[in-house]
C-alpha cells in the first residue's frame, strides 16, 4: 500500500506562489507515475499536472502551463508542484495521486491512479 499526504497549501494573494509536496509513504514510488489533480467547489475533480516514474516527461492542463512546474525527487519519495502567479481561479483542492503503471507517458486520466492523498486547500484571494 501507498499512503499519500500532501502539504503546503494555504492562503495567497493573485500572482503569489505556492509549492505543494506530496510525500509517500509504504513503498517506493520511484517507477510510479504521479500526478496532481485539483476539485474546485461545485465543480469536478480536474487533472492539473503529471509526471512520467523517471521524470523526464511531464502534462499540463492549459490554463496552468508556464505558471505550474511538477517535479520529483525519487531518492525522498515526494512529487512537487511549484505554483506561480496564481489566480483565484486557482483556488481548490489539491490532491496527489499515484499509479503503479510506470508508463514513459505522464497519465492525464484520473481512472488509472490507485492511490490518493487526502488534499490540501489552496485559496487565491483577488
Known amino acids: 500500500q501507498v499512503q ?16 505543494l509536496s506530496c510525500a ?7 517507477r510510479y507515475n504521479m500526478g496532481w ?4 467547489p461545485g465543480k469536478e475533480r480536474e487533472s492539473v ?5 523517471s521524470g523526464s516527461n511531464t502534462y499540463y492542463q ?3 502551463k508556464g505558471r505550474f512546474t511538477i517535479s520529483r525527487d525519487n531518492a ?6 511549484q505554483m506561480n502567479s496564481l489566480k483565484p481561479e ?11 503503471s510506470g508508463s514513459y507517458y505522464p497519465i492525464a486520466e484520473a481512472l488509472p491512479y490507485g492511490y490518493w492523498g487526502q488534499g ?3 485559496t487565491v484571494s483577488s
Open 62 to 64: 492549459d490554463s496552468v
Open 120 to 122: 490540501t486547500q489552496v
Open 49 to 53: 499536472a503529471a509526471i512520467n516514474w
Open 24 to 30: 509517500a509513504s509504504g513503498r517506493t514510488v520511484s
Open 4 to 19: 499519500l499526504v500532501e502539504s503546503g497549501g494555504g492562503l495567497v494573494q493573485a500572482g503569489g506562489s505556492l509549492r
Open 76 to 81: 525522498k519519495n515526494t512529487v512537487y508542484l
Open 37 to 40: 489533480f485539483r476539485q474546485a
Open 90 to 100: 486557482d483556488t481548490a483542492v489539491y490532491y496527489c495521486a499515484a499509479t503503479s
